[in-house]
């Protein structure tokens, strides 16, 4: 059974930093494109930054200023590095992935990692 695990997220100070991790746990054939997106209290997901298979790297507008997203492809794993965080980042991180296995491309969701940014 193929699952993103997510790790790293928790309680932070402003202006501090949190790295996240998402890993593919199980049997695939390849990774197409991986990423994380954020829901906070009341409101919608949101994207945030994903990487493709050929490296690509967008970012939602202004958010490679304080977010990088980055990959080890031999781990089958994406991290999200968050710098100056903000109140206003407090949400839950999710980490989708588009998947090729057996043959057929899927999106999978992990379970989500709440990132709390508070004094």
């Known amino acids: 059974q193929v699952q993103l695990v997510e790790s790293g997220g928790g309680l932070v100070q402003p202006g501090g930093s949190l790295k996240l991790s998402c890993t593919v746990s199980?049997?695939?054939?390849?990774?197409?494109?991986m990423g994380w997106y954020r829901q906070a209290p009341g409101k919608q997901r949101e994207f945030l930054a994903l990487?493709?298979?050929?490296?690509?790297?967008p970012y939602k507008n202004n958010m490679k200023d304080r977010f990088t997203i980055s990959r080890d492809t031999g781990k089958n794993t994406v991290y999200l590095q968050m710098n100056a965080l903000k109140p206003e980042d407090t949400a839950v991180y999710y980490c989708?992935?588009?998947?090729?296995?057996?043959?057929?491309?899927?999106?999978?969701w992990g379970q989500g990692t709440q990132v709390t940014v508070s004094s």
């Open positions: 990487i493709r298979e050929n490296g690509g790297t």
């Open positions: 989708h992935a588009v998947l090729v296995v057996a043959g057929t491309q899927t999106n999978y």
């Open positions: 199980g049997t695939i054939f390849s990774v197409y494109e």
